[in-house]
C-alpha cells in the first residue's frame, strides 16, 4: 500500500487530522490506519453516548502537561465553526448540568462520529481497519509502516494513536513505546481524568456515599489545586468529576498528595459548631449519631462519629463534648484522605504524560523525524473532564493534519534532524 499521508488511528484526533489534510492538499492521498474493526469507538462512548466535544471556557487552566495546548487551539476553528458550520452537527451548550459543555444537540456521539465520517468520505480519505501498526522504519525521504501482513509506504505519517486511557477502546500505550523505541522522548505518565485511590481501611464504611463539597489536593502543606463539584466515595477510591480534574497531579506528587474535603462548604467552621452546639441541646436524650444525621446520610454520620470521635454511634448525645464539636468541625471542613495509587488505566479517561514538548515543533512535527507529526492524546497535555480533551484531540488534529499537508510541497520528508 502506497499513501501521501497516514494517519495512525481512528480516533477523535486522527479524524480531524486526515480531514484537515486532505482539505489542504486534496490531490494527496490520505489513509487513516486504524487498528480496531471501526473508527471511533472511543468516540461512541464518550459523555456517556452524549459527547462532551468541547467546553465554551477554554483556558490554561484547564490543559496540563508541557505543550502548550491553547496556543494550538486558538490558531484552530472553535466548535461552532468546526461541529455548527462545516460538519452540520447542530450543537448545544450547558445541558446534561454541566457548565459551559457543549454537546451535540441529537444527545447522541454517533452524530458527532457519523458527520465526520461522512465528511472523511466525501473528500476521498481511505479508511484501512484492523491495520495496527507496529513498526515505523524511516527510509528514502518517507515512512514504511509495518502492520500484520504487510507495509504502508508513505510521504508524511501523522501519529494519532493515543495513549493508555480505556484500553478497551485500542489505546494500551503500544504505539508510545514503539515511538520511545525510536528515540523519541516521552513525559511520565499516569491516568487522568480518573478516580484517586485512598486506604480502604480510611473509607471503611463510607462506601457508596456521595456529597456536593470542596476538594483540594496538597503536596507538603501546599495547596495544589481546589474544585467544587460531587464527592463520591467507594471501596477503594474517591471519584467525581471534582476528583478527576485532580488525579493529574499525581503524576508530579506521587507519595506525596493529599486531599483534603470540605463537606460543608456553604458554612464557616464558626456557624457549623454553632449549629452542632444548638443540636446537641434541642436533641437531648438522642443518640451521638443523631447529631449528624439530620445533617448528612446515615453512613457519613455514623463514619464521623466513630472515626473523628471514637465514640460509638448510639452512645448518648450528652457523651459528646465541646472539644469533640471542635473536633468534628475541623473534620467536616477538612477532612484528610492521603492519597495511595492512582485508578487503573480501565477507569481513567485521559493520560497525563506523553511526548514532551521539546520533541516536537510548533507545527507538531518531529524534531528527530522531519515528516513525522503527533497529535491527540499521545502528546504531554491532558485536559480536565467537560469537553477539554475533545477539544485537544479535534485542534491538535486539524493543525497537525493541515501542517502534514502544507509539508507535502518542500520540507525534509522522513530525514532524521
Ligand atoms: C469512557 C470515556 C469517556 C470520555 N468522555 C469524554 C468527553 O465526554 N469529553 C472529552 O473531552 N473527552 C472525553 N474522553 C477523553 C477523549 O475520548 C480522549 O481524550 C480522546 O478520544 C483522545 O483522542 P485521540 O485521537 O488522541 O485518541 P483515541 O480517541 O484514543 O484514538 C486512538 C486510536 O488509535 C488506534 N490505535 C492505537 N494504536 C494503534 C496502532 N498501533 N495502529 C493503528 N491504530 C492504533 C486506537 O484503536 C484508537 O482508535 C473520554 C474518554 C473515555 C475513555
Not at 462519629?305 to 472539644?323: A, W
Given at each position: 500500500?502506497?499513501?501521501?499521508?497516514?494517519?495512525?488511528?481512528?480516533?477523535?484526533?486522527?479524524?480531524?487530522?486526515?480531514?484537515?489534510?486532505?482539505?489542504?492538499?486534496?490531490?494527496?492521498?490520505?489513509?487513516?490506519?486504524?487498528?480496531?474493526?471501526?473508527?471511533?469507538?472511543?468516540?461512541?462512548?464518550?459523555?456517556?453516548?452524549?459527547?462532551?466535544?468541547?467546553?465554551?471556557?477554554?483556558?490554561?487552566?484547564?490543559?496540563?502537561?508541557?505543550?502548550?495546548?491553547?496556543?494550538?487551539?486558538?490558531?484552530?476553528?472553535?466548535?461552532?465553526?468546526?461541529?455548527?458550520?462545516?460538519?452540520?452537527?447542530?450543537?448545544?451548550?450547558?445541558?446534561?448540568?454541566?457548565?459551559g459543555g457543549v454537546?451535540?444537540?441529537?444527545?447522541?456521539?454517533?452524530?458527532?462520529?457519523?458527520?465526520?465520517?461522512?465528511?472523511?468520505?466525501?473528500?476521498?480519505v481511505i479508511e484501512?481497519?484492523?491495520?495496527?501498526?507496529?513498526?515505523?522504519?524511516?527510509?528514502?525521504?518517507?515512512?514504511?509502516?509495518?502492520?500484520?501482513?504487510?507495509?504502508?509506504?508513505?510521504?508524511?505519517?501523522?501519529?494519532?494513536?493515543?495513549?493508555?486511557?480505556?484500553?478497551?477502546?485500542?489505546?494500551?500505550?503500544?504505539?508510545?513505546?514503539?515511538?520511545?523505541?525510536?528515540?523519541?522522548?516521552?513525559?511520565?505518565?499516569?491516568?487522568?481524568?480518573?478516580?484517586?485511590?485512598?486506604?480502604?481501611?480510611?473509607?471503611?464504611?463510607?462506601?457508596?456515599?456521595?456529597?456536593?463539597?470542596?476538594?483540594?489536593?496538597?503536596?507538603?502543606?501546599?495547596?495544589?489545586?481546589?474544585?467544587?463539584?460531587?464527592?463520591?466515595?467507594?471501596?477503594?477510591?474517591?471519584?467525581?468529576?471534582?476528583?478527576?480534574?485532580?488525579?493529574?497531579?499525581?503524576?508530579?506528587?506521587?507519595?506525596?498528595?493529599?486531599?483534603?474535603?470540605?463537606?460543608?462548604?456553604?458554612?464557616?467552621?464558626?456557624?457549623?459548631?454553632?449549629?452542632?452546639?444548638?443540636?446537641?441541646?434541642?436533641?437531648?436524650?438522642?443518640?451521638?449519631?443523631?447529631?449528624?444525621?439530620?445533617?448528612?446520610?446515615?453512613?457519613?454520620?455514623?463514619?464521623?462519629?466513630?472515626?473523628?470521635?471514637?465514640?460509638?454511634?448510639?452512645?448518648?448525645?450528652?457523651?459528646?463534648?465541646?472539644?469533640?464539636?471542635?473536633?468534628?468541625?475541623?473534620?467536616?471542613?477538612?477532612?484528610?484522605?492521603?492519597?495511595?495509587?492512582?485508578?487503573?488505566?480501565?477507569?481513567?479517561?485521559?493520560?497525563?504524560?506523553?511526548?514532551?514538548?521539546?520533541?516536537?515543533?510548533?507545527?507538531?512535527e518531529s524534531v528527530?523525524?522531519?515528516?513525522?507529526?503527533?497529535?491527540?492524546?499521545?502528546?504531554?497535555?491532558?485536559?480536565?473532564?467537560?469537553?477539554?480533551?475533545?477539544?485537544?484531540?479535534?485542534?491538535?488534529?486539524?493543525?497537525?493534519?493541515?501542517?502534514?499537508?502544507?509539508?507535502?510541497?518542500?520540507?525534509?520528508?522522513?530525514?532524521?534532524?
Amino acid at each position: 500500500m502506497k499513501a501521501d499521508i497516514v494517519v495512525i488511528g481512528g480516533g477523535a484526533s486522527g479524524l480531524a487530522a486526515a480531514m484537515a489534510a486532505k482539505e489542504t492538499a486534496p490531490g494527496a492521498s490520505v489513509l487513516i490506519a486504524e487498528k480496531l474493526p471501526r473508527t471511533g469507538k472511543k468516540l461512541i462512548a464518550t459523555g456517556n453516548g452524549k459527547c462532551n466535544l468541547s467546553n465554551n471556557s477554554l483556558g490554561k487552566r484547564n490543559f496540563h502537561g508541557s505543550i502548550d495546548a491553547m496556543s494550538i487551539i486558538s490558531r484552530t476553528p472553535d466548535w461552532h465553526e468546526l461541529f455548527d458550520e462545516k460538519l452540520g452537527v447542530a450543537c448545544v451548550t450547558g445541558s446534561e448540568g454541566r457548565e459551559g459543555g457543549v454537546y451535540p444537540r441529537s444527545n447522541s456521539s454517533t452524530t458527532v462520529l457519523n458527520a465526520l465520517r461522512l465528511r472523511l468520505s466525501s473528500l476521498g480519505v481511505i479508511e484501512q481497519c484492523e491495520c495496527e501498526i507496529t513498526e515505523i522504519k524511516s527510509s528514502n525521504g518517507g515512512f514504511t509502516l509495518v502492520y500484520y501482513g504487510g507495509e504502508i509506504v508513505c510521504r508524511k505519517v501523522i501519529i494519532a494513536a493515543g495513549g493508555y486511557a480505556a484500553p478497551s477502546f485500542g489505546t494500551d500505550g503500544g504505539m508510545l513505546r514503539i515511538i520511545k523505541n525510536m528515540g523519541i522522548k516521552s513525559e511520565k505518565i499516569c491516568p487522568a481524568v480518573a478516580p484517586l485511590r485512598v486506604s480502604p481501611d480510611r473509607l471503611k464504611g463510607l462506601k457508596g456515599v456521595r456529597i456536593k463539597g470542596e476538594i483540594a489536593a496538597f503536596s507538603d502543606g501546599r495547596e495544589l489545586r481546589r474544585e467544587k463539584g460531587e464527592i463520591q466515595f467507594n471501596e477503594n477510591n474517591v471519584s467525581g468529576i471534582c476528583v478527576f480534574n485532580l488525579a493529574y497531579l499525581f503524576q508530579q506528587y506521587e507519595g506525596r498528595l493529599t486531599l483534603r474535603a470540605d463537606l460543608a462548604p456553604d458554612m464557616t467552621t464558626d456557624e457549623l459548631g454553632a449549629y452542632f452546639h444548638r443540636l446537641r441541646s434541642d436533641r437531648c436524650g438522642f443518640t451521638a449519631e443523631e447529631l449528624l444525621s439530620g445533617f448528612f446520610v446515615k453512613n457519613l454520620a455514623v463514619w464521623l462519629i466513630r472515626n473523628v470521635l471514637g465514640k460509638s454511634p448510639s452512645e448518648p448525645i450528652d457523651s459528646i463534648n465541646d472539644k469533640d464539636i471542635e473536633h468534628l468541625c475541623r473534620a467536616v471542613k477538612s477532612l484528610e484522605l492521603e492519597v495511595t495509587g492512582c485508578s487503573p488505566w480501565q477507569n481513567a479517561q485521559s493520560t497525563m504524560g506523553g511526548i514532551s514538548a521539546n520533541q516536537v515543533t510548533d507545527s507538531l512535527e518531529s524534531v528527530k523525524y522531519g515528516g513525522m507529526y503527533f497529535c491527540g492524546e499521545i502528546l504531554d497535555v491532558a485536559g480536565d473532564c467537560g469537553g477539554y480533551n475533545l477539544q485537544w484531540a479535534w485542534s491538535s488534529g486539524i493543525w497537525a493534519g493541515k501542517n502534514a499537508a502544507l509539508s507535502l510541497k518542500g520540507g525534509n520528508n522522513g530525514k532524521g534532524r
